[in-house]
């Protein structure tokens, strides 16, 4: 297995705002759940799917894990994501990105084979955007250590360790619209994100 061939998606976790399930979401008679695990295909041999619903994925073919911290967010979701891992790093992204963008993620690549960081990320209008991003896979313990101290953000996390934050002018080279970090959280981004297609 290539050291960073890994791609964990967070699917689990509660969508208030948009009334359904996120990985349940259906665009042009497709799940995207499943768009987002076919384009991920492309880039990565082994992609591993964080639910609460593992049934929902059992003719699918990637590695189905549930959260053994419950009710920690996407905590919870890196740690289990990261213990299953067959690569050193993970790609970890959401079920409601649907914008891969394949050169982005060659140029984290390139970062974790220059730097050898804990994680790659990105930063946004002054944001630190914590997924479309690289998490090393030893990791895991650290942030099963955050949980138990109630630490539950991926930005505390990513701040105690080493990392590279990729600059928006960069980011902009290969999605100039930012949409690499474009998530669905509102039935008006489900709107929107269909009328682009």
């Known amino acids: 297995?290539?050291?960073y061939d890994t791609a964990v998606v967070l699917a689990g976790g509660n969508s208030r705002r948009i009334g359904i399930q996120k990985e349940k979401i259906i665009v042009h008679g497709e799940y995207l759940i499943d768009k987002i695990i076919n384009s991920l295909a492309v880039e990565?041999?082994?992609i591993i799917v964080?639910?609460?619903d593992t049934a929902f994925y059992s003719r699918?073919?990637?590695?189905?894990?549930e959260d053994e911290f419950k009710d920690t967010g996407p905590m919870a979701g890196l740690?289990?994501?990261?213990?299953h891992s067959s690569s050193d790093y993970a790609y970890v992204t959401g079920c409601d990105m649907p914008h891969i963008n394949y050169d982005f993620i060659r140029h984290h690549k390139k970062l974790?084979?220059?730097y050898s960081p804990d994680v790659t990320a990105s930063s946004i209008n002054?944001?630190?955007e914590n997924l479309a991003g690289?998490?090393?896979r030893k990791l895991c313990g650290k942030v099963a250590e955050n949980i138990k101290l109630n630490k539950l953000k991926l930005n505390t996390l990513i701040r105690q360790v080493k990392n590279v934050v990729v600059c928006e002018a960069k980011v902009k080279e290969f999605s100039p619209d930012l949409k690499v970090f474009k998530n669905i959280n509102t039935q008006e981004d489900l709107d929107k994100y269909i009328e682009s297609m």
């Open 60 to 65: 699918r073919n990637v590695i189905v894990v």
């Open 50 to 52: 964080v639910t609460n």
């Open 112 to 114: 974790i084979d220059k």
């Open 134 to 136: 690289f998490y090393n």
């Open 126 to 128: 002054g944001y630190l």
């Open 1 to 3: 297995m290539c050291k």
């Open 79 to 83: 740690h289990v994501g990261l213990k």
């Open 44 to 46: 990565f041999g082994e």
